[in-house]
């Protein structure tokens, strides 16, 4: 039952994850082009974090027990009965915090100091948040390499190294405006502290058990999305918080503009566009028609000799509903090894032509050699250089190379989800 209120509770969370605000609060101080606006009117309107009028204070700190607070939020343990001692000297009875630090110790969020004190004032580092986070998550072998990626590697602290790289693996973390930073003893700001939350809600199946509050979410139905014939799956599962698309759905969704596979390059972005509603058969709209989803490409192989056709490897990892909701989704081509190449008719065409040009220039080669020694055989020139000359042109277009990978704007593609997508209610 346990596994169960878990598991439910992590469906719920990602639900609410994904809503981007309805302008319940307004913020004076984040416009909408912020980097972390998404995230800090998530955080604002699911209660998590809070405002002071109506300014968020985005480069503000955040205090150990600020943060507290909010990471009970997230864990939907703010209510958690106290049964425990404080242990603390330096918070009284008197504290509005004063059950939330005893929370915290109870569950083992936020340990205090060896000398007694839990220090609630203090301003967290990004190393500490990224040490809390960690601490809260499933364990996994961290792959330490991905720090190497980071130009401040060096900075981060011996105690905080497995830390960063389990966060890093897992992507819970904030490194803004330099994706190339760490910044691991640089005090953590409010915007920051907004982009892990968000992002640890997001990913709240990751979250140990012990450390879940009990959230129930109610499934209303089943239903089955117009998808792509012969896709693995169909199911979509209706509940009152959200649309739960199921791994192995396909769908269609066209070019939102020209691509060529000679000029791509790998991780540049890639992006597509829902041309009408993609529902299910019961009439739930889905992805609405003008969703956005935004990818990048994973690798493209050249041409190669004998006529093999250029591959574009690209994956889907977000989509962006017309009412600002985001998704978090892991798509890829819904095609064989999940490529995108030219299709036989485009090659059939290029071998066309080679044959359709091989066979002019033999006929004009078959006229010219009838025509020296006797003009009156020109017919059986033609007759001979024709279908040598088609031969040879055919011949020659199996052994070139194969063609590049070119799409229209507004070109359709079928993509299948590799993962669950979760789309919340409004």
Request: charged share 20%; net charge neutral.
């Given at each position: 039952?346990?596994?169960?209120?878990?598991?439910?509770?992590?469906?719920?969370?990602?639900?609410?994850?994904?809503?981007?605000?309805?302008?319940?609060?307004?913020?004076?101080?984040?416009?909408?082009?912020y980097w972390a606006n998404v995230e800090i009117n998530n955080v604002v309107d699911n209660n998590v974090m809070s405002l002071s009028g109506d300014k968020f204070n985005p480069e503000g700190s955040v205090s150990r027990v600020e943060f507290v607070q909010s990471l009970l939020k997230v864990l939907t343990n703010d209510n958690l009965d106290v049964t425990i001692n404080n242990i603390f000297s330096d918070v009284k009875k008197c504290d509005s915090y004063y059950s939330d630090v005893l929370r915290s110790q109870q569950l083992g969020l936020v340990y205090g100091y060896p000398d007694g004190t839990f220090k609630p004032s203090k301003l967290m580092s990004r190393a500490e948040t990224q040490s809390v986070v960690s601490h809260i998550t499933k364990d996994m072998p961290a792959d330490l390499s991905i720090l190497n990626k980071y130009i401040d590697a060096d900075k981060v602290p011996a105690w905080a190294r497995e830390a960063e790289a389990k966060t890093l693996n897992y992507g819970i973390y904030a490194n803004y405006p330099n994706a190339n930073e760490l910044r691991p003893n640089d005090i953590l700001?409010?915007?920051?502290?907004?982009?892990?939350?968000?992002?640890?809600?997001?990913?709240?199946?990751?979250?140990?058990?012990?450390?879940?509050?009990?959230?129930?979410?109610?499934?209303?139905?089943?239903?089955?999305?117009?998808?792509?014939?012969?896709?693995?799956?169909?199911?979509v599962v209706i509940t009152d918080q959200r649309s739960i698309v199921k791994e192995g759905n396909a769908f269609?969704?066209?070019?939102?503009?020209?691509?060529?596979?000679?000029?791509?390059?790998?991780?540049?972005?890639?992006?597509?566009?829902?041309?009408?509603?993609?529902?299910?058969?019961?009439?739930?709209?889905?992805?609405?028609?003008?969703?956005?989803?935004?990818?990048?490409?994973?690798?493209?192989?050249?041409?190669?000799?004998?006529?093999?056709?250029?591959?574009?490897?690209?994956?889907?990892?977000?989509?962006?509903?017309?009412?600002?909701?985001?998704?978090?989704?892991?798509?890829?081509?819904?095609?064989?090894?999940?490529?995108?190449?030219?299709?036989?008719?485009?090659?059939?065409?290029?071998?066309?032509?080679?044959?359709?040009?091989?066979?002019?220039?033999?006929?004009?080669?078959?006229?010219?050699?009838?025509?020296?020694?006797?003009?009156?055989?020109?017919?059986t020139g033609i007759a001979i250089g024709t279908p040598v000359g088609a031969g040879v042109g055919l011949a020659t277009g199996l052994i070139t190379k194969g063609l590049n990978y070119h799409a229209k704007k507004g070109e359709e593609i079928n993509v299948i989800l590799l993962k669950d997508a979760s789309v919340s209610n409004k």
């Open positions: 039952m346990r596994k169960l209120l878990v598991g439910l509770f992590a469906a719920g969370v990602v639900a609410f994850s994904t809503t981007v605000p309805s302008s319940a609060a307004t913020i004076s101080d984040v416009s909408s082009d700001s409010r915007s920051e502290a907004a982009v892990i939350l968000y992002r640890l809600r997001q990913k709240a199946g990751l979250i140990k058990s012990e450390y879940v509050g009990e959230e129930l979410e109610k499934t209303l139905a089943t239903q089955h999305l117009v998808g792509v014939k012969k896709a693995p799956s169909n199911e269609v969704v066209a070019f939102d503009e020209k691509f060529k596979s000679e000029i791509a390059q790998e991780g540049e972005g890639v992006n597509f566009i829902a041309t009408d509603d993609i529902s299910t058969t019961e009439g739930t709209v889905i992805f609405p028609k003008g969703t956005k989803f935004s990818g990048s490409v994973l690798n493209v192989t050249d041409p190669k000799w004998f006529n093999k056709n250029a591959r574009v490897y690209v994956q889907i990892s977000e989509a962006v509903l017309p009412d600002g909701r985001v998704v978090d989704m892991v798509a890829k081509p819904f095609y064989k090894n999940y490529e995108l190449k030219e299709g036989p008719w485009m090659t059939a065409g290029k071998l066309a032509l080679y044959t359709v040009s091989g066979g002019a220039i033999g006929t004009g080669a078959g006229v010219g050699f009838a025509f020296i020694p006797d003009p009156t055989k020109i017919g």
